[in-house]
Structures are given as structure tokens and as C-alpha cells.
């Protein structure tokens, strides 16, 4: 258990193409916003946490330029590379140091002014990898084979998952309510990798996240404000780069990641969750993290539509951490699961979800 | 207050070369980890997570290369993340780290990251794409050209001269020739660095860093492990960062919150970290400064910033030997970031030389009775700056 609360967020509409907008007014937007949302002025904060890519902003360390809007200016920052939702972890931890109160940590993507796929290919090591030309999709299309097998999933059930989840993001008024595909439609989408068809991936949005947080101490000295939620528990780790069949079939990291997160809370297992909003880049991930984690069928799963609601790539993690928080404070909306007082967010990053982190939310 | 002590126990750092052709940059990474590890006595098991520190991967052409190095370090199974602040990063991952013992979180970290900055023919280059593509990329702004612009005003502000800075080269180049990782070395003349080519002025070759390939590391332990494993570590007693506008006309001028040519983001980042670790007069309780210094004007800036002496001093104190070895401060006794630029590592490398004086571990550079150590960063458009004040008791 932390003693980390959550006192505000904002997320900024989705789009498949933010057009009105520069990057730095959508990081502007979506911080003051946050800020607005936890009723906290700037000159409060006393750090920031921004998590981003240089290489999916279209340009080298792009903080120097982000980080102002991002509401750094004059304060102690760091940015995380891997996602939005490790950056909530390096969050968490500054806050818990003792040293920092009350901080504001932004992550962003706005894919659609960068050549994605040609950024997750020179991800590749130069040796082996690059030049047989692995990407996003051809990882996917890899880990979509072996828990295929390793976890008896097949077509149909992929492709009725793909239409389940675009029906449950249509009701939620936060993400891009886009058409739902039919079944058929998704059975007969092109091959991307095999199993992997285009439908099957959840599409890369653009978009921007930011959470106010604070500590324990800070919230006492404050009575008037309202935290959202607690972070009660919180993990993360790290896979093998390289793509062996245990790492592909296993689902090893996934599951160690969220039985970490809940020994933190106290909890025993995921059943005793109410919600948990898997990032689930294709409709082989959903399946397969569910039947990872062996769920009851009362828990709800990705109420908010998950990737397939909005999927701003590199901060989809912490997306599902604003979900999960309105989700405890009952301010879902039209997703509200009833009665929710714990969620978990799950992110996930590198290839074939090389990295992932799960961040536990009570009531606060 | 921090909730959890915690200490630097163990370091590691590769020579820094201009080119490392035997080794790849997984292999540079996991030869400064278990250097690191051997240091601190531990194994890759006793380690509970892992910090990585890795600036542009334009350099060296892997995006996200700390995904790649993860199966050389001993990371697959463990929390890790990687940070990045430009030239900062170093630092920050350090700051990062640190957060992951104070918070309780962790025992112990692993700090480490590489670079291999010569895997490009001209570094410039890409640090020109630092820039807005639409209206300071066309200028040909790069990291010399910025820092040449600032260091213009600091002349004009302070009437330093070419060859003041020239003289902060050859005292770097001499205190190198003591330090076996040391990339740039040499008993060198001030003639010597006002004859190398001109570069960008008031710069000549000289006064520039080199690019360097190499990796370190540090472990970070809480107060239980540093107990058990290590008799004379380096206990971090403050921490400060600040983050400023990337826009530099906005740090000019008598409306700035912090001036450029004077590095005074560092005055709110050391007076964050001298808070923490009871430092009130830096002179007197700080004996070394590991500065971030990829030029050689800006030695000065951040001493004067940083509390040292004041503004438009700190040329006439280098000028009289105050900042040479064993003198009242002692000033990148390992020849600092002019003598070696791993650019990714650079400001953990600062660390790591401050930590090794303060633990007895400096070598032929060893500098009697350090009892407190000062490391900066910096990073970006000179906006990122952090600072870490080291000491050999527990503040």
C-alpha cells in the first residue's frame, strides 16, 4: 500500500489525427486541465514526471520543447521513456521518497505525424532483427501465434472479442466511439501477420493524459481537497528482448507484474478487483491476459472499451489509469461499473509486450 | 524528509574511447553494470531494480536500445526504466534511482546506461535536429552553436577572456592524465588550445568535449544493505532538478526568471540539494565538484550559480589555482566532460567520480579528506539542470 493519492485528471479527446492542434497545445491543454480538475494552481506542484517518446514526437529529446507545456517550467522534471504508465510508476516513487508532495506527471502520442511503424522497426537491433524487418505488427502477429496455442485461442473467438470490445468503447463517451465492425467484417479484415488481421489491432490513436498527484502528508494538510483515489498497489517489470517461444507463450511478465501489484494491496489474487482495463493492443491480447490471470467472469474487463476506445500507443497504460481512477471515484459515466472501489490499470510497452506495469486504485 | 536512507555502494565505468570497436553497445553496458556489481559486492540477484540511463538513441541508431540491453544486464524479470533528459540524463537516472531505495520500494538499484556517440560521422548533425524544424533548424543551431551564443553574453557580462577558458582545458586535460578512464588527456598549453582550429567563437576544437564511447554505473542501496555491504560508501544528502523554457531569448534580459549565460536554473537546483544535505556555505563544505562541463566556458557559470563564489568571480579564482587539484575546491579532478562525453552517461559519470572520492576509490586521482562532493547535469537548450550532493556521513 502507498500513501499516494490521485487528485486530478484529464485526458484529451481522442482523434485518429488531432489536426487543430500542435503536440505542444494538446500537452498544454490536457495538463491545465488536469490541473483545473484537481482544483490545484501550478505554482503548487513541487515536480513533474513526463513520459514520451522522441522518436514517435517526431524529434530529438523532445522535452525540451514538451515539457514546459507539460507544466514543467521551474520545476524539478524527469521523463520516463517506456510509457505513460511507467511514468505514473517513477511518479508514485518520487512521491513516496519523501522527497516531493504534490506533482503532475503528462504523457503523450501523436502517432499521426509519425511514421510508426518505421519507428518500432528501428527498435530492432542491428544484428539479427532489423534486417529480417521486425516491427509493431510482426512481434504481434509472433505473440499472436504462440498464445494461440498456449492458450487455446482461436480465430472466431478473436474476431467476436474484436466486435465485444468496440461495442462496450461505443458507450464510453471518452474514447472515439468509433463504427463497430462486425464479426464478419473482422474475419475477413486483411492479414497483417499471421493470425494477426488489421482488425484485430486496436488502431493507433493521438492523444494526451495527466494525473495530479499528491501524498498522504500533503492531503492532510489540506482537508478541503478530495483525492480521486488512492494508489494502493503498484508494479512493474521487464521481459527478454528477444523473442523466444517462453516469451512469447507465457505471458510470464504479465502475470508476475499483476501479482506483484496486488501483494501491495494486500489483496490476494485478481478476483478480489472490481474492474481492470488490460492493455490489450490486439484482441490476442485481451483473450490471452484474461486467461492468464484465470478471472471470474463477474469482474469486469476493460469496461472502458480499453485500446479499442482510444489507443494514444504510448500512453494507452495510463489512459487505462484515469479509467480505472474514475471508475473508484463513480465518475465513469456511462462505463461506471457500480459499486467499484478497487481498478486496476494495466500498460504494457516494447515488442510483444516486452514491459509491463499495473497500477491498483481504492477509494480514497 | 526522505522516507529511506540511501547510498552509492558500488561504481563502474568503461574507458571512455572515441571508438569501441570489440565490444557492442550491450556489451559496453553489461562490462560497467558488473564492474558496478563487483564494486559493490553484489550479484545481478541482489539487485531489485533497474534505472537506465540513455539520452538521443540517434547516435547509436537503436530506438529504445535499453529494450535490447535488458538480456546483458541481468534485467529480464525486474522492474526497469529508463530516463531521459537530454544531457541531464545521467543525473536524472540517478535522481530516478534514488526515488526507487527512498520510496521503500526497492533495496537496492542499478543504475547504468552506454553511449557510443562516435557511431555517427558528425554528432552535430543530430543535435541540430534538437531544434524546431521550422524555424531554428536552418540556422544551424547545434549544441556548440548554443552554448557559443550564451557563452558570448558571459564574456560580455564578465569581460572573461579566451583565455581564462583555455586555462580550465589545460588544468582539465592534466588532473585526466590521472584518471585511466579518461577519454581526452594531456599536458597541454594555453597556446595549445588557442591554436586548435576555430570552431564556432569564442570555441576552438579545444575547448570542446570530445565524443565519447563507453558506459558506467552505479548501485544504490537502502540503509540495511549499505550496512552490510559497504564500509565507506557515498550517502546522497540532496537531490535537486530544475526544468527550463527551451526558448533561450526568454532567458535573456531583465524579465528572466533564471539567465542563460549564467546557468541560474542551477542556483534553484543546488539550493534545492544544499537544503537537504545542511550546506550553507559550498566553499567551505564541499571539497569536489564533478561539473558538467562539455565546454570550457561553462565551468564557471555553475560555480558562481551553484554558490561558489560570486558572479564574475569564479574566472579570477581559476586563473590563482583555486580550482585545482587539492586546492580549496578541487574542480573535475577526473578531467570532467571535456576530457570524456558519453553523452547518454555523461551525468551519471559525474556522479560516479563523486562518489569514488568521497569512498577512497579515485585512485591516482584521490584527493585527501572528502567529506562532501557535488555532481551536476545538464541538458537540453542548457534548460535541464540537476545536481546531487554526495557525503561521506549520513546528513
Not at chain 1, 44 to 52: R, W
Not at chain 1, 322 to 334: R, Y
Not at chain 2, 228 to 247: D, H, K, L, M, Q
Request: charged share 20%; net charge negative.
Amino acid at each position: 500500500m502507498t500513501d499516494t493519492f490521485v487528485l486530478g485528471a484529464a485526458m484529451h479527446p481522442p482523434s485518429a489525427w488531432v489536426a487543430d492542434k500542435r503536440l505542444e497545445e494538446m500537452v498544454f491543454d490536457t495538463a491545465w486541465a488536469a490541473l483545473n480538475n484537481a482544483n490545484v494552481d501550478r505554482k503548487e506542484l513541487d515536480h513533474v514526471t513526463i513520459a514520451a517518446s522522441d522518436e514517435l514526437d517526431g524529434r530529438s529529446i523532445s522535452s525540451m520543447l514538451l515539457s514546459a507545456p507539460a507544466g514543467a517550467y521551474l520545476k524539478d522534471e524527469i521523463k520516463a521513456t517506456d510509457s505513460g504508465l511507467i511514468g505514473f510508476c517513477l511518479e508514485v516513487m518520487r512521491i513516496e521518497s519523501g522527497r516531493f508532495h504534490l506533482g503532475l506527471v503528462s504523457s503523450w502520442n501523436k502517432s499521426s505525424k509519425a511514421p510508426f511503424e518505421d519507428v518500432m522497426r528501428m527498435r530492432c537491433e542491428p544484428f539479427y532483427t532489423r534486417d529480417i524487418g521486425l516491427n509493431m505488427s510482426i512481434a504481434d502477429g509472433l505473440f499472436a501465434q504462440a498464445v494461440s496455442r498456449s492458450f487455446a485461442i482461436d480465430q472466431c473467438e478473436v474476431n467476436a472479442a474484436v466486435h465485444a470490445s468496440y461495442k462496450q468503447a461505443s458507450q464510453n463517451e471518452r474514447g472515439m466511439q468509433a463504427e463497430v465492425p462486425s464479426v464478419e467484417a473482422v474475419a475477413t479484415s486483411p492479414y497483417v501477420s499471421a493470425p494477426l488481421r488489421k482488425l484485430h489491432q486496436a488502431p493507433i490513436t493521438d492523444g494526451c493524459v495527466s494525473m495530479v498527484v499528491c501524498s498522504g502528508d500533503w492531503l492532510r494538510k489540506h482537508p478541503d481537497r478530495r483525492a480521486l483515489a488512492k494508489v494502493s498497489g503498484l508494479s512493474w517489470r521487464i521481459d527478454d528482448y528477444q523473442l523466444g517461444e517462453k516469451r512469447l507463450s507465457s505471458l510470464q511478465g504479465f502475470k508476475q507484474t499483476f501479482r506483484n501489484a496486488l501483494l501491495m494491496s494486500g489483496l490476494q489474487d485478481a478476483s478480489q478487483l472490481d474492474v481492470i482495463e488490460i492493455d490489450s493492443q490486439t484482441s490476442f491480447h485481451d483473450l490471452a491476459c484474461r486467461r492468464a490471470l484465470e478471472l471470474p467472469t463477474d469482474i469486469r474487463i476493460s469496461p472502458s472499451g480499453g485500446p479499442f476506445a482510444q489507443n494514444p500507443y504510448f500512453c494507452t497504460g495510463l489512459v487505462h489509469a484515469v479509467e480505472a481512477v474514475l471508475q473508484v471515484a463513480n465518475q465513469a459515466g456511462s462505463v461506471q461499473v457500480k459499486g467499484t472501489t478497487r481498478a486496476a490499470a494495466h500498460g504494457s510497452h516494447g515488442f510483444a509486450q516486452q514491459g509491463n506495469a499495473v497500477a491498483i486504485f481504492e477509494g480514497a | 524528509m526522505p522516507k529511506n536512507r540511501v547510498a552509492v555502494i558500488g561504481v563502474g565505468e568503461t574507458p571512455f574511447r572515441p571508438n569501441v570497436i570489440d565490444k557492442t553497445y550491450v556489451e559496453l553496458a553489461q562490462d560497467a553494470a558488473k564492474a558496478a556489481l563487483n564494486d559493490a559486492g553484489l550479484t545481478p540477484d541482489d539487485i531489485d531494480a533497474i534505472v537506465f540511463s540513455m539520452a538521443p538513441t540517434q547516435f547509436m541508431g537503436v530506438v529504445d536500445v535499453e529494450k535490447w540491453t535488458v538480456d546483458s544486464i541481468w534485467a529480464s524479470g525486474k522492474p526497469f526504466m529508463r530516463v531521459h533528459t537530454g544531457g541531464a540524463t545521467g543525473g536524472s537516472a540517478l535522481h530516478a534511482g534514488y526515488s526507487h531505495v527512498a520510496s521503500g520500494m526497492h533495496r537496492t538499484v542499478l543504475i547504468v546506461g552506454a553511449d557510443r556517440v562516435s557511431d555517427t560521422p558528425d554528432a552535430q548533425r543530430i543535435l541540430n535536429l534538437i531544434w524546431d524544424p521550422f524555424y531554428e533548424q536552418d540556422f544551424a543551431l547545434n549544441t556548440i552553436t548554443m552554448t557559443a551564443l550564451a557563452t558570448q553574453r558571459y564574456m560580455h557580462k564578465y569581460g572573461t577572456t579566451e583565455e581564462q577558458f583555455a586555462r580550465v582545458v589545460v588544468r582539465s586535460r592534466k588532473n585526466a592524465l590521472k584518471n585511466p578512464n579518461a577519454h581526452l588527456k594531456g599536458n597541454i598549453t594555453v597556446d595549445d588550445v588557442m591554436n586548435s582550429p576555430r570552431i564556432s567563437w569564442p570555441y576552438k576544437l579545444f575547448d570542446i568535449c570530445p565524443r565519447s564511447s563507453g558506459a558506467a554505473a552505479v548501485v544504490l542501496a537502502n540503509e540495511e544493505v549499505t550496512k552490510e555491504r559497504c564500509s565507506r560508501p557515498a550517502f546522497i544528502n540532496g537531490i535537486g532538478g530544475v526544468t527550463s523554457t527551451v526558448f533561450m531569448g526568454d532567458r535573456v534580459g531583465p524579465y528572466s526568471d533564471a539567465e542563460l549565460c549564467d546557468e541560474a536554473e542551477l542556483k534553484f537546483a543546488g539550493g534545492e540539494a544544499y537544503a537537504q544535505a545542511g550546506i550553507t556555505d559550498p566553499m567551505k563544505q564541499i571539497q569536489v565538484v564533478e561539473l558538467y562541463d562539455p565546454f570550457s566556458s561553462i565551468q564557471f557559470p555553475q560555480l558562481e550559480s551553484l554558490g561558489f563564489c560570486a558572479p564574475g568571480r569564479a574566472q579570477f579564482l581559476s586563473d590563482d589555482g583555486s580550482f585545482d587539484m587539492g586546492a580549496t575546491l578541487s574542480v573535475n579532478p577526473s578531467g570532467g566532460t571535456l576530457c570524456s562525453n558519453p553523452i547518454g552517461v555523461t551525468g551519471l559519470v559525474r556522479v560516479a567520480d563523486a562518489a569514488l572520492q568521497i569512498m577512497g576509490k579515485a585512485g591516482d586521482n584521490q584527493l585527501p579528506g572528502v567529506q562532501n562532493a557535488l555532481s551536476t547535469a545538464i541538458g537540453g537548450s542548457v534548460q535541464f539542470a540537476n545536481c546531487t550532493v554526495l557525503g561521506a556521513d549520513y546528513v
